[in-house]
Nanobody, 131 residues
Framework: QVQLVESGGGSVQTGDSLRLSCAAS????????IGWFRQAPGKEREFVAA??????????FYADSVKGRFTISRDNAKITTYLQMNSLKPEDTGLYHC??????????????????????WGQGTQVTVST
């Protein structure tokens, strides 16, 4: 059974840090692009960060709103993706999901900034940042 399980969310104050984890099972992890998305109440799910499948070297992409503050990484041995979030702001509040898509050719395109491109989703972990 293909599954993604997020953890690490919580309630913090502005400027604090959190590290989210996304543990995968039932899939060839190294063949998948992994993305992080977030959704605030009343808003659409938005792209946060992504890391491409392993191979000649994973590429990393960030939303402009988190560049310089968030870091995505993957550990294929642990079948886990991480999202290190520093200097958190209230606007970072939301339900954070990780998602995966199998890409045999390993290419990246603008498609992968959109949630519709991903085939496997976790349940999400809540991040709340207060002032």
């Amino acid at each position: 059974q293909v599954q993604l399980v997020e953890s690490g969310g919580g309630s913090v104050q502005t400027g604090d840090s959190l590290r989210l984890s996304c543990a995968a099972s039932g899939l060839s992890f190294s063949s998948y692009h992994i993305g992080w998305f977030r959704q605030a109440p009343g808003k659409e799910r938005e792209f946060v960060a992504a890391i491409t499948r392993s191979g000649s070297g994973s590429k990393i992409f960030y939303a402009d709103s988190v560049k310089g503050r968030f870091t995505i990484s993957r550990d294929n041995a642990k079948i886990t993706t991480y999202l290190q979030m520093n200097s958190l702001k209230p606007e970072d509040t939301g339900l954070y999901h990780c998602a995966a898509v199998n890409t045999p050719q390993g290419t990246w395109s603008a498609t992968y900034y959109k949630p519709q491109a991903y085939r496997v989703w976790g349940q999400g972990t809540q991040v709340t940042v207060s002032t």
